[in-house]
């Protein structure tokens, strides 16, 4: 089930004009790749951090719509008074 509310954060707020599909499946990867390497290296502190200001993470994922949210809905949360993201319990 929270597979497909984290699923639909991402694509279904990408609407009414449902971004490009390419750029929605860039976003998909990109994602895939971050919350991959928290599950091969869930030590590594820098994993389990994103900074909102990272233009790479802003350019594939953070500026679509339900971007941030698919984070926060894997764990991360968002650090009062600064830009970044961070998964504090890696399961």
């Known amino acids: 089930m929270k ?3 984290i699923h639909n954060a991402l694509y279904y ?3 009414p004009a449902l971004e490009d599909d390419a750029k929605v499946k860039r976003a998909f ?3 895939r790749t971050y919350m991959g390497n928290v599950s091969k ?3 590594e502190e820098k994993f389990r951090k994103i900074r909102l200001t990272n233009q790479t993470f802003q350019d594939r994922a953070g ?7 698919f984070v926060e809905l894997c764990g991360f949360e968002k ?3 600064e830009d970044v993201l961070v998964l504090t319990k890696v399961h």
């Open 63 to 69: 500026s679509l719509k339900g971007g941030i949210e």
């Open 13 to 15: 707020k990408s609407c």
């Open 79 to 81: 650090m009062e008074g």
């Open 3 to 5: 597979v497909l509310v």
């Open 41 to 43: 290296n869930p030590d």
């Open 29 to 31: 990867q990109t994602l």
